[in-house]
């Protein structure tokens, strides 16, 4: 069975720092493309930041200087670190793993809750 299991969310105050985890199993995961996405109330979800297999990197405009996007295959997991966090990083983020083969399945881990405020 396949699992991607986030944590490390939680509440911080503005200009504070999370690092998010994501644990996958049931796939070979280092071939594919790890992704974090957040959605907020009344929004919809967002592309956060990205890791490839070749380890490249995307970041929303949003993010960029402030998070970073990270993979450890050897332990199956994805990180993003976030600082200088601001009230509307306030989301439920999402860990997504993406296959490169486009009919091939994707997946989805059930969110965990970032809050930014004072």
């Known amino acids: 069975q396949v699992q991607l299991v986030e944590s490390g969310g939680g509440l911080v105050q503005p200009g504070g720092s999370l690092r998010l985890s994501c644990a996958a199993s049931g796939i070979n995961f280092s071939i594919y493309t790890m992704g974090w996405y957040r959605q907020a109330p009344g929004k919809q979800r967002e592309l956060v930041a990205r890791i490839t297999s070749l380890r490249s990197t995307t970041y929303a405009d949003s993010v960029k200087g402030r998070f970073t996007i990270s993979r450890d295959n050897a332990q199956n997991t994805v990180y993003l670190q976030m600082n200088s966090l601001k009230p509307e990083d306030t989301a439920v983020y999402y860990c997504?793993?993406?296959?490169?083969?486009?009919?091939?399945?994707?997946?989805w881990g059930q969110g965990t809750q970032v809050t930014v405020s004072s």
């Open positions: 997504n793993a993406d296959h490169p083969n486009p009919y091939s399945q994707d997946y």
